[in-house]
């Protein structure tokens, strides 16, 4: 069984920092690409930040150097820092986790539960 636990969300007020972190727990041979992505109400699941296994991070347009995404591969751990935060930042933000679960395995996606974001005064 495989674990993405996400942690770190909350209420923050405007122009504030949250730190969000994800633990990939379970029987794991391999990760590839780690990842953020966030769910407003009523509108699609977007790409938040996603960073690979060598440290190639990509990051949604909207980010515009407010958020930063690190890892740490030893410890299957992910983290997304987040600056400057705005009312429209407001979401559930999701883990995701591209890795392989045997040697002789595919890469599969796994999701976390989600972590709510809500940045208001």
């Known amino acids: 069984q495989v674990q993405l636990v996400e942690s770190g969300g909350g209420l923050v007020q405007p122009g504030g920092s949250l730190r969000l972190s994800c633990v990939a727990s379970?029987?794991?041979?391999?990760?590839?690409?780690m990842g953020w992505y966030r769910q407003a109400p009523g509108k699609e699941r977007e790409l938040v930040a996603q960073i690979t296994r060598g440290g190639t991070t990509t990051y949604g347009d909207f980010v515009k150097g407010r958020f930063t995404i690190s890892r740490d591969n030893a410890k299957k751990t992910v983290w997304l820092q987040m600056n400057s935060l705005k009312p429209e930042d407001t979401a559930v933000y999701y883990c995701?986790?591209?890795?392989?679960?045997?040697?002789?395995?595919?890469?599969?996606?796994?999701w976390g539960q989600g972590t709510q974001v809500t940045v208001s005064s």
């Open positions: 379970g029987r794991i041979v391999s990760i590839n690409v």
């Open positions: 995701a986790a591209d890795l392989m679960r045997s040697i002789l395995g595919t890469y599969d996606l796994y």
